[in-house]
Structure formats: C-alpha cells, structure tokens
C-alpha cells in the first residue's frame, strides 16, 4: 500500500542499457533512438575510446593492483598465479582502460552503452543487456544501403565484421557472442521496425 501511495518501487530508476549486436542489424540506430527518447546519454565504441584517451590513460601503467580492473579480464590473469605485469598485451591493457571508463559512465550517467562487451564490464551494475540480430540477407541489404557497397562487398564486410565482435568478446568475457543467454533480452530486427524494438525495450527498461 505504502508504495502505490508514495510510488516507491524496487525497479532502479536510472537508465543504463548495454546493447550487442550483429553488424547490419540496426543495432546502432536503435541505441541512438533509445537515448532521446529515454533522455540519456549515448556511447558506442569511438566515444568510448576517445574518453579514454582523455583521461589519459597510460597503457603500460595499467597494473594489477588497479581497482577497477575487479570483474574484468584481469580475473582471467589473477588465477594464472605465474601471472607478471608483461604477461599483459597491449590489448588487455587497452580492454581493461576502456572498462574503466565504462564503469566510470556507469557510475554517473544515464546511458546507453553499444557495444565493448559493456554488458559483461558492467555485470555488477545489472544493467539491461540487450542483443540485436537482423537475418543475414537484410542485413546485407542494410550494408549496401547504409555504406553503398555491392552485395559482394557488403557481404564480405558482414563476415569480417562478425567474425572480430566474435573473437573480442570471447577473448574478453569467455562467453559466446550472441548467445541468448548472455543477455537479458535479444531481438530480430528482421521482425520488427526500428519504432517497435525501441518502445519495447523502454518497456522491459520500465519493468526491469
């Protein structure tokens, strides 16, 4: 009784959305629309990577006593008890800097996140993770549409593509990209309009 009256409800109130998707399926689209209509800030993976070079971030300073790097791939490094500092690649150093910007956002924003395993980064967060998919020849249709390429090249970029968000989440996260059950919800865009998926993510939002 006491919540209807005074609207008090356990559903966190903040907006914070982490969005994978398959390159062609209007994943991008889709958060951007996401963040007007939520009044929320949006950030794919170029913003991501220019704040952290505003912050600069000293790659090779980025050590094992960093706190941030707790529920990232530095816990893949801390059970290797062989583990030194030059066990580190460049791109972990550069993965786990970027994770701390997306927590750093996460802390104090309302956002949309797209993309850079945000949703396995900020697990402890309990954002809403969400996947979006497009049957292969739409998205090949969007590519060519979207980049003016011929079908050949469209398709080549598609595998390209695919093939790199594939192996940089599983480098990163040891999940599967893609896989309903990394995620909170996923969609096909080949079913529904652009309109559609984004009131119905505001929907799962409002409820989650």
């Known amino acids: 009784m006491f919540k209807k009256i005074f609207n008090l409800s356990n559903k966190k109130s903040n907006t914070l959305i982490t969005i994978d998707r398959q390159y062609g399926s209007k994943g991008d689209l889709i958060a951007q629309k996401l963040a007007t ?4 800030e949006y950030f794919d993976e170029n913003i991501i990577e220019l704040k952290t070079l505003e912050t600069q971030v000293d790659l090779s300073s980025v050590s094992k006593d960093d706190s941030f790097l707790k529920g990232t791939v530095y816990d893949l490094y801390r059970e290797n008890d062989s583990y030194s500092e030059e066990d580190m690649m460049i791109s972990d150093a550069r993965f786990l800097a970027e994770a701390k910007t997306i927590r750093d956002i996460a802390k104090s924003r309302n956002a949309i996140i797209l993309g850079k395993c945000a949703g396995y980064v900020l697990r402890d967060y309990k954002p809403l993770n969400i996947f979006i998919a497009a049957d292969f020849d739409d998205r090949v249709k969007n590519i060519m549409d979207q980049m003016s390429y011929d079908e050949e090249r469209a398709t080549s970029k598609i595998k390209k593509m695919d093939m790199r968000r594939i192996n940089h989440y599983e480098r ?8 309903a059950s990394e995620y909170d919800f996923t969609i096909n865009t080949s079913k529904f309009s652009v309109d559609e998926i984004v009131n119905i993510i505001i929907s799962l939002k409002n409820n989650y």
């Open 172 to 179: 990163f996260t040891k999940g599967n990209f893609g896989q």
């Open 37 to 40: 209509r939520l009044e929320a």
